[in-house]
Structure formats: structure tokens, C-alpha cells
């Protein structure tokens, strides 16, 4: 039963129009990390953070998922219950390119979370900081991301995931954000035989055993060919 694990970072969204976050003009650098990414920045001003995520998911409602997404959802479809896409993106084009295993490590654009009672719901378009609770009325809305600080969501299935890999995948990162950048070199000392597809050598290129580089919508749906039944 071969397993494929899957991670992806902002680099898979990039051809779709959505920033990336240490490229030139990417989002980090022009905005304080700490102002807009961390839970004392929107506790300093929840405002200026929610109008943040409010423009990011107002970008992501208008982008379209493209080939490299559509390719990783092609290969899920060809190998049922053997692939895994693990995201670090908040956007959700992996789910509307068709994907339907994807567990989002941090957090996603399109949710809505309760700091109060913790109560999840749809995100609306326009989130303020002052909206109800739909489950405890409390005025305590926040965006349902993860920020630095904070611990990713689902680590134990992705732990697990990871270990019992035959083959694991970055695609698009950076390898600059932990745990994530932690994965290959478990994976690897699992036994996966791990490929990174990326623009460039990214910060832990070295745990990988193969590197494609180039676009991704160039290199994601020619890596996805060489692994589906001809
Ligand atoms: C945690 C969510 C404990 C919301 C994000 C020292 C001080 C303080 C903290 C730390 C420290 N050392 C380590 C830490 C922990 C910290 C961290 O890693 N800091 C870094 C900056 C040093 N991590 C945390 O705080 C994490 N929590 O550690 O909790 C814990 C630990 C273990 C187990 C349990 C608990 C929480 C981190 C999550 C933060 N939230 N985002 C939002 O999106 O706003 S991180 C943010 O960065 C996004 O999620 C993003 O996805 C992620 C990673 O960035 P990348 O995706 O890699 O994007 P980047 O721009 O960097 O790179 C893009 C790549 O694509 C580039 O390589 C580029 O070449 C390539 N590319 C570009 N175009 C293309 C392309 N590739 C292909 N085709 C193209 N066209």
C-alpha cells in the first residue's frame, strides 16, 4: 500500500495570484510578522489583524486553483487512500482543485474560530473581531489560523502520517517554519524516499534524496505523471 505524503507551502498557490511570504514582495515583507501573525499582535490590535486575513481570503475567494493543484488532486483520484496532502497554506484551493484528503496544519482562511468557547463556523467574507459567537454569543471572533506561537493543528496524524510514508513531497516551501520543516528529515529516517519540488533549494533541501526545480504548475504535474499507472 504505498503511501504519499504530501506537504505544501505558499509556493503551490504562487501562479495562482496568491502572495508567498519571503519572496521579494512576499506578504512578510510588508507587514510585521509579529503585528499580523502572532496572538500578542492581534491582541495589540485585532482590528488591523482581521482586516489583514479579511484581504488574504477576499484574494483567495477571486484565485483558481491551478495545474499543480489540480495535478496532486489527479493523483489522489488515481491512488485512492494512498495520498495525504498536508498544507501549510490557509487558502483552500487544494480542496477546490477536487482534493478531499487535505489536513490544513495552519488553520484556513474560510473558518471562523471563537477564542472564548473555541466553537468553529464558515468564515463570512468580512470578519470583525466583535462578531457573536453563532454557539456563545461571546464577541470574541477570531481568524481560524495558526500563528506563530501557537501549535499546528492535527500534529498527531500528521506524525504518524509521516512515519509510515514511502514516499514524502514538499512542494513550495521555504523550509523556514517550524515543524513543518521538520517533516523530511523524520520522513526520511523513516524510510520515505523524499522529493522536493520547489522554484529553489529551500532551506532543508539537503534531507531530500531528489529536487525538481522550476514552477510548480510545471513540475508538480510532471512529477505526478512519473508516479501514476501508465
Ligand atoms: C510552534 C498561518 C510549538 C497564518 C503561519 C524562534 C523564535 C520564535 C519561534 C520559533 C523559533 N524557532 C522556531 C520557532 C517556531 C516558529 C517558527 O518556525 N518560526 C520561524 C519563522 C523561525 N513556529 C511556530 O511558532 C509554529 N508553532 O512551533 O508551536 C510546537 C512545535 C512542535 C509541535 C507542537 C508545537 C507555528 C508556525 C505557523 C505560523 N503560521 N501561517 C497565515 O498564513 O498567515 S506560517 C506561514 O509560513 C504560512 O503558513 C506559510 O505557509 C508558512 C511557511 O512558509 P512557506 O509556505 O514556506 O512560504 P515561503 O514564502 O516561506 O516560501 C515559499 C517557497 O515557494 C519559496 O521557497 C519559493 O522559492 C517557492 N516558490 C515561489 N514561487 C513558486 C515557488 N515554488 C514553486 N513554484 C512557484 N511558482
Known amino acids: 500500500m504505498m503511501r504519499i505524503v504530501i506537504l505544501t ?20 515583507t510588508r507587514y510585521d510578522l509579529n503585528d499580523v501573525a502572532t496572538p500578542q499582535g492581534f491582541a495589540r490590535n485585532p482590528r488591523l489583524v482581521t482586516e489583514f486575513y479579511n484581504a488574504r481570503r477576499a484574494n483567495c475567494a477571486q484565485a483558481e486553483p491551478n ?9 489522489e483520484t ?7 496532502i498536508v498544507t501549510q497554506n490557509v487558502d483552500d484551493l487544494h480542496q477546490r482543485a477536487g482534493a478531499r484528503a487535505v489536513i490544513q496544519m495552519h488553520g484556513a482562511l ?6 472564548a468557547c473555541g466553537h468553529r463556523w464558515p468564515a463570512p467574507p468580512v ?8 454557539a456563545c454569543a461571546a464577541p470574541r471572533t477570531r481568524p481560524d489560523v495558526v500563528w506563530f506561537g501557537e501549535v ?9 502520517a509521516v512515519a509510515r510514508a514511502e514516499i514524502f513531497a514538499a512542494i513550495g516551501t521555504s523550509g523556514q517554519v517550524w515543524p513543518a520543516a521538520g517533516f523530511a528529515a523524520e520522513a ?3 524510510g520515505a524516499h523524499c522529493v522536493e ?7 532543508v533541501s539537503r534531507a531530500f534524496h531528489a529536487h525538481h526545480y522550476g514552477p510548480a504548475t510545471q513540475v508538480v504535474p510532471a512529477w505526478v505523471d512519473t508516479l501514476l499507472p501508465t
Request: charged share 20%.
Open 9 to 28: 507551502g505558499a509556493g503551490i498557490s504562487a501562479e495562482s495570484g496568491l502572495g508567498t511570504f519571503r519572496d521579494k514582495d512576499g506578504l512578510w
Open 67 to 75: 495545474a499543480a493543484h489540480y495535478a496532486l488532486a489527479r493523483l
Open 78 to 84: 488515481a491512488l485512492p487512500g494512498q495520498v495525504l
Open 110 to 115: 474560510m473558518s471562523a474560530l471563537c477564542a
Open 127 to 134: 470578519m470583525t473581531e466583535t462578531d457573536p459567537c453563532p
Open 152 to 160: 499546528p493543528y492535527h500534529m498527531d496524524t500528521i506524525a504518524d
Open 188 to 190: 526520511r529516517r523513516a
Open 197 to 203: 519540488l520547489n522554484l529553489e533549494p529551500s532551506e
